[in-house]
């Protein structure tokens, strides 16, 4: 059976978002609902009459894409404590690329994040992480095209130490999930590479938020000696 467009967790976020920013919703029209083998909707396009505080209408259509996480993961050698990245490997339809990403996927259905985050890096790297190895980097969902998509992403990070042997482990893994046409393959790397590989912004953003966050750390941790 088909899901409802109301029923969705995508559609029930974007309007309370819409309607706690003060934003009136005059009237909601589906262009394209498509759905998932289970019968979830995995997208939405909509037709949409709104209007700001002020009575300005805003720009008429939607992408309901719904909410993503992204994860930094950053594997450290014990005997070294060198850091390298543990990356995945996989083409994207939106430009036949080759791409390198962080491990990362759509909550869809879910509202726990940090489950979601949990999920994905063992889907697609087949490391299992616990939830006190992750470090949120953003409280509120960072949103990566607000003129057209809902879409709003939850970056963390972890670091994991384990041995050279282990690291080596994770080279040239095939994974992804199951009936989702995930062909992932990982990837290991020095942080000062990955910046040339990922030609995905937030991968990029990602890397950049737990590379400053741990600055921060640094800094507070001076100030607190001093």
Request: hydrophobic share 35%; with cysteine; charged share 25%.
């Amino acid at each position: 059976m088909k899901q409802k467009l109301e029923d969705s967790l995508k559609y029930q976020q974007w309007l309370r978002t819409l309607q706690a920013n003060g934003i009136i919703v005059n009237k909601i029209e589906p262009l394209q609902l498509i759905y998932k083998p289970n019968g979830e909707i995995i997208f939405a396009l909509l037709s949409v009459d709104a209007q700001d505080k002020n009575g300005e209408k805003l720009l008429p259509v939607v992408l309901l894409r719904g909410h993503f996480v992204s994860i930094v993961t950053v594997l450290i050698e014990k005997e070294t404590q060198e850091k390298f990245l543990l990356l995945v490997r996989q083409y994207r339809i939106a430009n036949g690329e080759y791409t390198y990403e962080h491990p990362a996927g759509m909550c869809d259905s879910s509202t726990d994040v940090w489950q979601v985050a949990l999920k994905e890096i063992e889907e697609e790297t087949g490391l299992k992480v616990e939830k006190s190895q992750l470090r949120l980097l953003n409280e509120k969902p960072l949103y990566t095209s607000p003129g057209l998509l809902d879409e709003g992403g939850y970056l963390f990070a972890c670091e994991i130490e384990m041995s050279q042997e282990d690291i080596y482990h994770f080279r040239n893994k095939k994974t992804g999930a199951e009936g989702e046409r995930e062909f992932i393959t990982t990837y290991i790397c020095p942080i000062q590479e990955a910046f040339g590989l990922m030609s995905n912004l937030t991968s990029q953003l990602n890397l950049m938020m737990y590379l400053y966050k741990d600055i921060e750390i640094d800094k507070k941790k001076a100030n607190f000696g001093s």
